[in-house]
């Protein structure tokens, strides 16, 4: 019985252990996703401004730029998915790993190929066991990104689109993240970058833009502000969401953590009852054995006597 005390006791020390651990890494993500959150928050109004800017370039001008023209039929397609560099986060990756599954299989639907972009080495690894072909790939700053990441993960995506797809480019650029909704709440979604979907507007706000457009005039002209624009457009989209991604993760991993430390502390209640109930039978045996003994004892002197 004293053996089954003692297993009970080195499980006990060793689930406190990682008690500890995990208490640990959740104060850590949860000091993490105030940083991050503030810079979700300071990156999206230069997203959102930019892409108002090139929206008014594109709809204030009748330029046909390559960027901003829809293709009538599109035949390649880039994806970017970006996931985490390390684990301990739940579904956090998975789930962004299904929504470019989902996408990917309705892009190849629709009859267009798919060249694979990737972020984080969850993703890596994900399409490396499965031997799929990924087009280029990032590490190594998934949980704290910064401007100058997000201009390289740009860049070859940018020279794709501008390319002709004979020569390897794409017609289209999406983009599948996990967007931080909440503490509690984080949900892949995927979207377009480019062509621009340019908002739909109804009957006068188009008479209003047309009464407007001729008030608009670029210098030097409209392709070279196209030009200048759109890399950063991209840039600072992807920054956006390399930083919701961010912090997303570093939500999904305070919530797996704290999930962790409360089934280690329902563990150790669990192994401190049935550690106090191998005392207790041990001790009560320890009694009986003595009582017993005591009791051998006394009848073997009353029949000395």
Known sequence: MGAKLRVYKRRIRSVTATKKITKAMEMIAASRIVK??????????????????VTAVATGSNTQHALTTEVDKPAR?????????????????????KAAEKLTERLKA???????????????????????????????????PTYADAKAVAGPLIAAVQKDTAEGGVDEL?????????????????????????????????????????????EPSPEDVLDALLPRYV?????????????SKHAATRRAMKSATDNAEDLIKSLSRLANAARQAEITQEISEI?????????ATAGSD
């Open 36 to 53: 991050a959150q503030r810079q979700v928050a300071a990156s999206t109004p230069y997203a959102s401004e930019l892409t108002r800017a």
């Open 235 to 247: 840039e600072s989209r992807i920054y956006n969401a390399l930083l919701q991604a961010a912090a």
């Open 174 to 218: 999406h983009i599948v993240f996990t967007e931080f909704v909440s503490m509690m709440t984080q949900t892949p979604v995927d979207d377009r970058l480019l062509p621009l979907s340019l908002d739909k507007q109804d009957e006068t706000e188009k008479s209003t833009k047309d009464e407007i457009l001729p008030l608009f005039e670029f």
């Open 110 to 144: 629709e009859g267009k190929e798919v060249d694979t972009f990737i972020v984080g080495r969850k993703g890596v690894s994900y399409y490396a066991f499965r031997e799929r072909e990924v087009a280029e790939s990032w590490t190594g700053f998934t949980d704290s």
């Open 77 to 97: 397609a880039a994806v970017l998915l970006i996931t985490s560099d390390r684990g301990l986060a739940g579904g956090y990756s998975s789930n962004a790993i």
């Open 291 to 299: 009582v017993g003994g005591a009791s051998a004892l006394a009848d």
